[in-house]
């Protein structure tokens, strides 16, 4: 069936695949998600690094890589593992390519779980388990996706290739490795890993390390934070020589402080709620809570008291402005930064800093005014990466068949494309997308601080992997008739 849209006459899928569609999914949700209780059951956690040898970035990455290899060879799709770094999978034939990008990689779950992070729960319609949304679940909902055109006789008319990363959540160096390997790049690709609708836009990545004098005898130790794009949940400070009694009781109004004897160590220990780098405003940074904490606890003087106080100040706005920095435009709003690791060594406190600046800015212009910001307070800049942004008009033909697609399955039309400050496979690839999975009109059963990306308890309704499938399934197939380049 053809029927005229904004562009002229666009490739539909009949009523009759549609419903073919539909009753492919319904007879494959049990399978669907045995396969995905063996992916979840990975502890797939990659090191930062790449290093040498078999095993780029660790055995969880390789092993969860190896697992997905053989349920996608089940299902009868090649597959390439290219040095443990990724997968690759090629489904159809044609002399243009659209690719599917998702991870198989996850951030640490840290603590505070009510559900088996690493076991598949099932409750109800609720899915909870660790990369149920970032990004096993909807990488899985995509390959299904594929699955069902293939079994029933819908592939498209360009060749699809599914890649499976096992880096994505500290580095991006799989998608890297991919890019210097394959003969071509896919002409248009999607990654299943952000928020419906569609994301056409990606802020640009600014990261380093502050490097914070901190020489105090009474301070062994200060660290905090498990991964460096996620708000710190826990940071610890270790003392000597001073009374844990009376901390306690300086302390005590403070719910998210608790105070510790270890032998002749008293240990300081801060609580706070876990959310992803891009939208930081609803967390609560614990590096902050603990720098303040020691604060008003009036047991430091000189170097140790300014260390606190830049931690305090650094942590107290989440927009730059405590760095130099409070920018924004138009198509992405403010940027963003968090302090998300913290360690010490002889003295020096060494502070990861991650900013999601706008579309329109430059890295470079932003850390020459962080760099004379900071200098007042001898903090020094080091380790620097800067990813540049990636934008695409709201108004292009391949933006406005995916939203007509998604809009079909959904029915929301309040849903417009946007951007955003989390970064994607999209950054590194040519007109590429990040299209679902998190449904934005949804709310967490667990409340604000529990069951979404980066979470405790991450969860998701099933329906919304179904759905997903059929956006793909449909997506893949409508793109036919537009030139995805334009």
């Known amino acids: 069936m053809k029927i005229l849209s904004e562009r002229g006459f666009d490739k539909m899928l009949s009523i009759e695949n549609e419903k073919r569609i539909e009753e492919w999914i319904e007879a494959h949700k049990e399978e669907f998600i045995a396969d995905l209780s063996k992916i979840i059951a990975v502890p797939s956690v990659a090191t930062p690094g790449v290093a040498e040898g078999e095993y780029p970035f660790g055995i969880e990455s390789a092993n969860v890589l190896a697992a997905a290899k053989e349920l996608v060879e089940s299902y009868g799709f090649p597959v390439k593992n290219l040095d443990n770094y990724c997968l690759v999978a090629n489904i159809g034939e044609g002399e243009e390519k659209i690719g599917i990008m998702g991870h198989l990689d996850v951030v640490p779950c840290g603590n505070d779980w009510n559900y088996p992070p690493y076991q598949l729960t099932v409750d109800g319609d609720l899915l909870i388990g660790r990369g149920i949304l970032d990004d096993k679940g909807p990488l899985w909902a995509s390959i299904f996706a594929v699955r069902c055109l293939r079994d029933l006789d819908l592939l498209p008319k360009r060749e699809i290739e599914i890649f499976m990363g096992g880096q994505e959540e500290c580095g991006m160096n799989d998608i890297i490795h991919y890019k210097e390997v394959s003969e071509k790049l896919p002409d248009a690709s999607f990654t299943p890993d952000g928020n419906y609708p569609l994301c056409h836009g990606e802020k640009g990545g600014l990261r380093f390390y ?271 008739d537009i030139d995805v380049t334009k």
């Open 210 to 480: 502050l490097a914070i004098p901190c020489n105090d005898e009474k301070i062994v130790d200060f660290t905090g934070g498990t991964v460096k794009n996620v708000v710190a949940d826990k940071a610890v400070a270790t003392l000597k020589g001073v009374c844990a009694k009376c901390l306690k009781e300086k302390l005590a109004d403070n719910e998210r402080i608790a105070v510790d004897e270890e032998g002749d160590l008293v240990k300081v220990t801060a609580t706070g709620a876990s959310v992803h780098a891009s939208i930081p405003e609803n967390g609560v940074n614990a590096i902050g809570v603990l720098a303040n904490a020691l604060l008003d606890a009036e047991i430091f003087e000189g170097e140790a008291k300014d260390a606190m106080k830049f931690l305090s100040l650094v942590n107290s706005d989440y927009n730059g402005a405590a760095l130099g920095v409070p920018v924004e435009d138009e198509p992405s709003g403010k940027l963003t930064h968090v302090g998300g690791v913290i360690g010490m060594d002889r003295g020096v406190l060494d502070l990861s800093i991650d900013i999601r600046y706008p579309v329109t800015e430059d890295g470079d212009r932003l850390l020459e005014k962080i760099i004379e910001t900071v200098e007042p307070y001898n903090v020094t800049v080091h380790n620097v990466a800067d990813t540049k942004p990636a934008y695409s008009p709201a108004d292009s033909e391949l933006v406005r068949t995916c939203m007509r697609v998604i809009k079909s399955v959904f029915g929301r039309d309040h849903w417009k494309p946007y951007t955003m400050g989390g970064g994607t496979y999209a950054k590194h690839m040519p007109n590429a997308c990040a299209l679902g999975p998190e449904d934005p009109d949804y709310e967490s059963p667990f409340g604000l601080f529990r069951g979404s990306i980066h979470q405790s308890d991450e969860s998701t309704p099933a329906k919304l992997l179904y759905d997903t499938m059929k956006v793909y399934a449909k997506l893949l197939v409508e793109l036919d």
